[in-house]
């Protein structure tokens, strides 16, 4: 289906951004590793994480990705449509968390938890665009309520995960449901482009501020 490489490149079109790094060189599958970096207690299932250790002079990443969802993603049709899915959206999430950050960290731009999780919303509703050519409305209208009213949340969230996953939620499907109607019904590929680009450079007020006033 695709490789983490193909889905960082395909960003980086869509935003045009260039980032030197390969996600595929920040890769890690192993369960064990994963609870040996970041400890047992945080979502130790959790099927995608981007672990970060900073420094003064250093920024340090690795994306986990359970080795299920690359075998999903990998698929042509050993997985249902379902399955593959939901594995094509755990990746570009961890696609978009890497990106995003590596991008920002290149121009030493500080981002916030919320940003980065919005971002990754977004980039998920306009990657099943790209895999779905059907852009009428009702169409739009189904992949919106899949993505931003039936979901739910991990049971063992803290509060103040669970309530930045919702914001983030909330905004991100306002915000697609604009995007549908201004653009996708429309047909206006260029529009959409523009406007998305434009999205990705602002940075937390900057965003929601385009989505509040859409």
């Not at 995003?100 to 121009?107: I, N």
């Not at 306009?126 to 931003?148: K, R, Y």
Request: glycine share 6%.
């Amino acid at each position: 289906m695709f490789s983490l490489t193909q889905l960082q490149q395909w960003l980086q079109r869509v935003y045009e951004i260039e980032v030197e790094h390969d996600v595929m060189d920040f890769l890690i599958t192993d369960r064990k590793l994963l609870i040996a970096l970041q400890g047992e207690e945080l979502r130790p299932d959790c099927p995608e994480k981007l672990l970060l250790h900073e420094s003064p002079d250093e920024l340090e990443m690795s994306l986990y990705l359970a080795p299920e969802v690359l075998q999903a993603l990998a698929s042509c049709g050993s997985a249902d449509a379902k399955h593959r899915t939901e594995a094509f959206c755990q990746a570009v999430e961890g696609v978009s968390h890497f990106l995003y950050l590596a991008w920002r960290a290149g121009f030493e731009r500080e981002l916030t938890q919320l940003e980065l999780e919005l971002q990754a919303e977004i980039d998920k509703f306009i990657g099943l665009v790209a895999l779905n050519q059907d852009h009428s409305s009702s169409s739009s209208a189904d992949l919106c309520s899949w993505l931003f009213d039936h979901v739910s949340f991990e049971s063992n969230l803290d509060d103040e995960d669970r309530h930045r996953y919702e914001v983030a939620n909330f905004y991100a499907g306002h915000y697609c449901r604009q995007l549908s109607h201004r653009y996708l019904q429309s047909q206006d590929g260029a529009g959409l482009t523009r406007e998305l680009r434009r999205f990705y450079r602002q940075g937390q007020h900057g965003k929601l501020d385009m989505i509040q006033s859409g």
